[in-house]
Nanobody, 122 residues
């Protein structure tokens, strides 16, 4: 499956953005999907993940209550709604998919998409 993340941009603190992870090549419903981010000089870190049907979600403590992950399997797309953005949310955001596990770590994930830049100014 090929993944394409989009929706990033430059916003001010307190604003919102919605990222999309669109899949092609295979139906995304057979994959659990996660969002990760990587800030300059830092390791890639987990942000949020969603199970195959959307019934299970997981979030990093740093984004709980501000970010919401969802999926529309009919559109082969997973979304990350980001509200009340903070400058520390600035990073390149990546989506990743795996058929067997819910991706909450960067290890052993089947597929990664190219990232989308999110920049939050103070």
């Amino acid at each position: 499956v090929q993944l394409q993340a989009s929706g990033g941009g430059l916003v001010q603190a307190g604003d919102s953005l919605r990222l999309s992870c669109a899949a092609s090549g295979r139906t995304l419903s057979t994959y659990a999907v996660g969002w990760f981010r990587q800030a300059p000089g830092k390791e890639r870190e987990f942000v949020a993940a969603i199970g195959w049907s959307g019934g299970m979600t997981r979030y990093a403590d740093s984004v709980k209550g501000r970010f919401t992950i969802s999926r529309d399997n009919a559109k082969n797309t997973v979304y990350l709604q980001m509200d009340t953005l903070k400058p520390e949310d600035t990073a390149i955001y990546y989506c990743a998919a795996d058929q067997m596990i819910i991706p909450i770590t960067t290890e052993n994930i089947d597929y990664w998409g190219k990232g989308t830049q999110v920049t939050v100014s103070s």
